[in-house]
C-alpha cells in the first residue's frame, strides 16, 4: 500500500455557466452524486486535505460547479482538474432549484470537452436508488464515461458491504452487459484513495493536449 500523502490541490473557483469555468486545457474528473453522500469528505480525503472541500449536514448546500487543481496523483506529477457537482435527490428542493440543477449539470456533462470520467457517487448503505439508478442510465445513454464509487463503506460489515454491492450489480444487469467499474470507498478509513488515485493516473495518461 503507498504511503498516505496529502496532494496539492487548491479551489479554483465556483461558476453556474461554462463561462466562468476553468478553461478545458487539463484532464477533469467530477464528482457527483445524491445529496449527503458525502462529496465533499470524499474530495478531501482524496486529496489528503481536510477542509478543501466545504462539508456539510445541510443537504443541496453545493449549488454550483466547484473547480480545484490537483498537481498530482500517488505515482505521477501531471496536474489535473476536479469538479465538485451540486447534489440531487434533495426533496425539499423547489421545482425551479431542480430545474436550474438540470440544466446546469446536463451542460457540464454534456459540454465540459476536457472530461475523462465521471465519478458516481452512491451510498452503499441503501438499496438501488431510482435517482441514482437514473443518472447511471442517464450517463450511459449520452455516452458520457463514468465510474460508480460506493461510499460509507465503513458503516457496514464487509459481509453487508459484499452483499449490498452484489445487490447493485444484479439491478444493474437488467439494463447493462458490461457493468460500469466499481469502487468501495470509505472516507473514515481512507479505504479506496489509492485505487482511485491509480485510476486518475492511468486516464491521464492517456491525455493528448
Avoid at 479551489?11 to 453522500?37: K, M, Q, T
Avoid at 445487490?167 to 478509513?189: A, G, Q
Wanted: with cysteine.
Amino acid at each position: 500500500m503507498a504511503v498516505y500523502k496529502p496532494l496539492l490541490a487548491r479551489h479554483l473557483g465556483s461558476g453556474r455557466e461554462p463561462a466562468h469555468w476553468p478553461a478545458p486545457d487539463l484532464p477533469e474528473y467530477c464528482f457527483i452524486g445524491r445529496s449527503n453522500v458525502g462529496k465533499s469528505s470524499l474530495i478531501n480525503m482524496l486529496c489528503g486535505i481536510g477542509k478543501l472541500a466545504r462539508v456539510s449536514n445541510t443537504p443541496g448546500r453545493t449549488r454550483m460547479v466547484e473547480h480545484f487543481r490537483v498537481e498530482g496523483t500517488l505515482t505521477s506529477r501531471s496536474p489535473w482538474l476536479l469538479a465538485d457537482l451540486p447534489g440531487y435527490g434533495f426533496a425539499k428542493a423547489s421545482k425551479s432549484d431542480r430545474e436550474a440543477w438540470r440544466r446546469m449539470v446536463h451542460t457540464y456533462l454534456l459540454q465540459r470537452e476536457n472530461l475523462m470520467c465521471v465519478f458516481l457517487l452512491v451510498d452503499v448503505r441503501l438499496e438501488p436508488q431510482r435517482s441514482d439508478l437514473d443518472m447511471i442510465e442517464w450517463l450511459g445513454g449520452n455516452g458520457v464515461p463514468f465510474v460508480i464509487v460506493f461510499t460509507k463503506a465503513d458503516k457496514l460489515s464487509q459481509p453487508k458491504v459484499a452483499s449490498h454491492v452484489a445487490r447493485y450489480r444484479k439491478t444493474l444487469l437488467h439494463t447493462w452487459e458490461t457493468l460500469p467499474t466499481m469502487f468501495l470507498t470509505s472516507s473514515e478509513t481512507r479505504q479506496g484513495r489509492d485505487d482511485l488515485l491509480a485510476y486518475i493516473d492511468a486516464v491521464n495518461a492517456q491525455w493528448g493536449r
